[in-house]
């Protein structure tokens, strides 16, 4: 280090900032409650103010949308948005900051929750571990209603004799069953583990941004009232690609939809900034790119697909709010609009977004498969290689979504081999969970389990996706119940099993008691068997040609529906079973040593529960964290000479 | 923590030493010689021949309401059972480590909190089976690319996306339908035919039909289920499609895209029937205008 | 010569400054490019319904297309706040005081903003009069909420001046609001590039709603022609 690049200032020149009276400042009278009250109180407000002005101002459109109240309703809604924010303390930060009022050591010590106990999980807390629990809760909070209604659409497709349900009352709760649990399963690995453990792995004391973390789980818990009040108040009809114009005639409730898509995406957004930068910037010393853990160059890569393409999703949801709260024209052909504008704009982020689900749940069951194994990853820069694929050509895919649309029949051509090609990439993923798993001993615990299941139905659902991205098979298959079944096998199969491994195999870190297994285990494969028979049979009444999202059918497909349903009642069973184990361990499972699966992982070697800045002394790596087995004993070649055989991977 | 690792790295100065690879022959016999080389590989045959069956059921599953009743259909099938039959050894293979794993290779259990230590050999990358690996998937997904493409411009063709109804090898004249959603029916009018319009498709036999398809409302789809043809119905714009349907019978039409509160109940038949029955039914339709 | 160095440290994390300002550049660079994707999709819609003319309404009544120069006029403002701030930056950066520049960047960015605000209010058509206007309410729309972003983040810069906050050790904000107010300078400009040059629509012959033209099977040829509604 030359002293002549080093400029010099005396410390002088840096003014420290004041402590103002106790530290925190103004969020020390924040947390949920007041947030929760200013919310409902703005919301109140512009809900009698802009009925006064926005009703008599609204007019009704060529295509009968009730301009003036559909305003008022996404005023309100953004309005509640609002409210709470302020009112659980967000907006403390930007205020201070730009009145020059910086934090304290001791103002960042109370954000981060010091000396708060419980009561920092109910506050605008920037500690990463605190913001990872919270994601863990409402992740099952968002699981519990999307099953629900899960369970409701197999009742009345069990029930083939009569309706149930009303049709729109049907349409509604598959409309928010499909974006309820898109939301679960996108916070799903990211949130919990993502913020939790992603730090602590990587080595450091913090996330990047440890405010913006916080403002990312509170702009989430904002977003999904919103969403769930729709549905008592005529919900989304329109599935959750909400199809425009079919959205403009939907009740007013469906706003909700709308302004709950624009907030998350800011929430998504932030959030992968925030894991980005983390990543990036905040490795322990000696962590050099080769040792990163694949868990989180895999956080990684989903944070950057969900970076890049999740505005489209966003605007294209602002455009549709503006259609129904301005009456402006942009999906509503009558008037200039176009529909595939709305399905090209939604697309762009629809199918990256399965990978932003798929893609971190497959990257912690390679982390599981080492060290349940005790065998080194398979290949590090085969799995790098996969993600990178997958990130590169999940940009150019979406027109797969758009084949029968009509917009551009000869598009057809290219989006076809794009979309097989992305099964390269993905088999190179499959290979190094293969790989890790060959001629090693099992321990048969748990998440290496979901290991197994994850690439069972990854297998299954990738080719039948092979399947769909070929035009003239989609042109068979497209909005059939056949694309339910091959998206439930990616997203839930692979993407929520492996969630669920993954989340047993931290959850001892993460809340101190180790995971009771005999429970959680009858709960994890009951919902196994339920899912294979529920979604196996989904094939089959989708071969036979049942149309998606129907709430009445054909006497033919009867029996492939009578074993679906039957099905989804026993994954019922099973999560629920699961969850109860989830929530006993929670409360009173056995005190969990700090390295239960002797893992050389970071956030293994720190202590449980883990303490407020994660090390005492920050740790220094030597090696990537995958340093097991013994030497192979079938290899004869070079097993003298072992030092020549690890370079390559060290 | 990993300790720090002292092995000496490779001199990238000295000449590379010999390795004494047998030749891929010789590593071939050595491997296979592996008791569980051996059992996945037969494992992987067994389950490859359970599975291959399953394109029969696909295709059972596919022809359970009267199809394939159009040339299109027919590719279709032909695209399924051929996808299913190539995939099926990458399945299998998949299939055979992970079950071979669980009972081949050993496992051991947990003694209360104290983690098993179980010792599994270190392989850290294998250039053999990376290389076959990533060979076999890019191979297969070529093929099913390259067989996608033929596929698909033969059913454009059929479908007259490409090809001119008057170059079609059955250079019949078409019969042009103007296919009409809105929710939550189907109105089919036949501008040739005096512009008359029907709630049900009707269509001769051995000639190609071809559909101008909107819609006046919502997006809806017009999946035509047995002839296998599928369009959205747009509304602002005019979409194209068509069929040589092969088959005499009555089909079904649905809309495959959800459309409000009735989407389900919006479906009606396709008639396909002899070119006379076709002469008289128009002749009867001739004249009254449903619309 | 030994050299006394007292790199100046961040007073929350305890880092120097200069580790937390190129962490909190590339949290930047990652927002810009989150907000480039939006803005794409905002020109998207703009080109799409200009290039389709569904249902032949596109145009607004009577062709009433918005003034050019206004669009210029706003442009330019982004363009010269950008400049002020950055301008601003190096002077805080060598030691000199740039609450001056700062502040007149403030003025100018209000300006603008107020300009924005009154060419929304003015256009001589209504957000309901078809595409057109639609897409053009929303690139202004899109344009005003970076000016308004830009002026509020340069309202906080002039304070953070001022306190000394923002000093030659440590002029990094400066920096990142600068690297911000650019991105928005030149997503302001692509809405005006769009929005003057891409008025009348090229496709003349759009179908009228609900409706078939009568073209005979053999005509309709190609994939690709299929592909517009002109077919």
Redesign the interface.
Known sequence: MSTATVSIHEQADVPQPVQHGAPGGFVRHCNILTGIAAGLVLAVVTYFVGSLWLVPWGTTTANYVQVGNDALWAATFIAWVIGFMAGIGAFAGPIRWSLGRDLTHADAEYLAGKDLGRARYWKYTTDHKVVGLQYLVMALVLFGVGGLLAMMIRTELGVTWKEVFSPDFYNAIIGTHGIVMIIAMIIAVAGPLGNFILPIMIGARDMAFPRLNALSFWLLFAAVPPLLISLAMGGIRDGWSVYQPLSAQAPTGAIGYQVTIIVFAFSTGIAAVNLITTTVTMRARGMTWNRVPVFAIGIIASSIMGLIWFPMFQYSQVLALSDRAFGSSFFNPVNGGSVWLYENLFWLLGHPEVYVVVIPATAAMMEIAVVFMRKPLFSYKIAVAGFAGVVGISAIVWVHHMYMTGWAPAANYPFMLSTELISIPFGFLVLVLLGTIWRGKAWTSLPMMAVYVLLWNKVVGGITGVYLSDTPVDQYMHGSMFVVAHFHFMLMGAGLFGAMGAIVYWFPKMTARMFDERIGSIGFWTAFFGFQLTFMSMFVAGLQGQPRRVLQFDNAFNISNWLSTIGAYIIGIGMLIFLAAVITSWRSGVKAPANPWASTSLEWQTQTPVPLENFPVLPVVTSDPYDYGVPDPYDTASSKDQAKQTVGAR | ?????Q????DPEQPE?P????APRDRFREWIA?P?ARRIVILTVILTLLIVPVAFL?LH??N??GGPASP??Y??EK??FV?TVV?AP??AV??A??LY??VG??????KG?E????????????ST??VL??SA??VL?FF??V???T??AT??AYS???T???QQPNSQK?V?V?V?GQQWVWTF?Y?DEQGITSPTLVVPVNR?V?F????????H?F?A??L?????A?????????VTPTKLGTF?I????????????METTVKVVTPEEYQAWVREMGGKRMA | MTVTRDIPLSPTTGEPVSVVARRNRLGVWLCIISDVTGVVALLIAYAYLWALNVNGAWAPPKDAFADPVTFWVVALGGIVTAALIWFGYRTVARGGRGVAILALAVLVVLATFILQIVQLSTFPFDIQDGGYASATFWLCIGAAFHLSLVLTLVIGVVGRTRAGLINAANPYHARLVAMYATWAAIAIFLGALFATTMTVSPNTQSPPFGEFQQVPASASASPAASASPAS
């Open positions: 923590m990993s300790t720090v690792d092995r000496p790295l490779a030493e390795t004494n690879r047998p592996r569980y696909v599953f596919m359970l309401s299109v259909m590719e279709i695209t399924m996808f995939s990458l399945m998949t299939l480590i992970l794993s669980l290779w050993g496992r051991v259990k947990a909190l983690p098993p230590m179980q010792e599994s050999p270190a392989i850290r990358g294998n089976a990376t690996w990533i998937t890019s997904a099913l690319v067989w996608g493409i596929e698909l059913i454009t007259y996306g490409s001119a109804a008057d078409a042009v103007n009409t009018e501008p190609p071809y101008n398809v909107t819609s006046l409302d919502v997006v789809n999946w289920v047995e296998g043809i599928k369009i959205d747009n509304p602002g714009a005019v979409t194209n499609t068509g079904n649905r809309c495959a895209e959800l459309c409000g509160l009735h989407h389900a109940y």
